[in-house]
């Protein structure tokens, strides 16, 4: 029997990088998965991937920063697969990289709004769904950037780090009631997003971290879908550090 057999999961940010890797992983290993995203192309794509690879998947076009998208979003797992079980809360954006006085109020929003309250649409309306049924898990993904600085990037930074509140406060209010939720906190992974930047800027990012190397979208995976899984069923309001050991290089 597969770990994700009979489960039913949502993925958003899942038409690349991260969030693609999970929902591969997580289809890989039995559930039903729906592929949420803003990009058409990429959501299109990674659901017909895992659907001629043998597993099941929709894509479902949603905003996470937009109530109904969200709420369309749920209806469309019980809609296309009769439930919803597990949730990666994995979309989100920076903003231009600058110092916080010259941060433009409309960009500041838009990571804001797509990292944070997006994350807390899709957190309100996963678990809307996982109260009356009495079982659920969830994974955000936050960043190191959300337990420490992140130079030039103060918005994604209190985005990240409201990320862990959000994830730390719910996992309290519904422990009691069979559901579980924790977050992630990778430094810098090899997406597609990181691997257009120049090549010296990776370098610089690779060089922070002991390991000598960025992660993988697939290292990522296989963490939350442990955190999923019933293997972590007495974890829950934590942050994981997946950073090749950077945040323990830091300077305190
Ligand atoms: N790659 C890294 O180094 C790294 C490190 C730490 C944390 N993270 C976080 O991991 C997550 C995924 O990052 P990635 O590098 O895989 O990014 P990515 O850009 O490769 O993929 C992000 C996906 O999210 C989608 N998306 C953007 N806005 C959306 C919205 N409003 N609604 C729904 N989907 C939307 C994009 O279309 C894209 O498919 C992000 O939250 C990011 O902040 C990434």
């Not at 930074?157 to 994830?167: D, E, M, N, P, R």
Request: aromatic letters at 6%.
């Amino acid at each position: 029997m597969m770990r994700f057999e009979g489960k039913v999961a949502i993925v958003t940010g899942a038409g690349s990088g991260i969030g693609e890797a999970c929902a591969q992983t997580l289809a890989a290993q039995g559930a039903a998965v729906v592929i949420a995203d803003v990009s058409e192309p990429g959501g299109n794509r990674v659901a017909d991937g895992i659907t001629r690879a043998g597993g099941r998947a929709v894509f479902c076009r949603t905003d996470v920063s937009d109530e109904s998208d969200v709420a369309n979003l749920v209806r469309t797992a019980i809609d296309s697969f009769g439930g919803l079980h597990l949730a990666v809360n994995n979309a989100g954006l920076s903003h231009p990289q600058a110092r916080l006085h010259e941060i433009a109020p409309a960009d500041f929003d838009t990571a804001a709004n797509v990292t944070l309250r997006g994350t807390f649409l899709c957190m309100r309306a996963e678990l809307g769904h996982f109260v009356e049924h009495g079982t659920g898990a969830i994974v955000n993904v936050s960043s190191c950037a959300g337990l420490k600085s992140a130079t030039r990037m103060a918005g994604y930074s209190a985005s990240k780090h409201g990320v862990i509140g959000l994830t730390r406060t719910a996992a309290i209010d519904y422990a009691s009631e069979g559901i579980r939720i924790n977050s992630v906190a990778p430094a810098t992974i090899a997406t597609p997003k990181i691997l257009s930047y120049p090549t010296e800027l990776q370098a610089q990012w690779a060089s922070l971290i002991p390991m000598g190397r960025m992660g993988t979208p697939r290292e990522v995976a296989d963490l939350v879908t442990f955190l999923l899984s019933d293997e972590a069923s007495f974890i829950t309001g934590s942050t994981y550090e997946l950073d090749g050991g950077m945040m323990q290089a830091l300077p305190a």
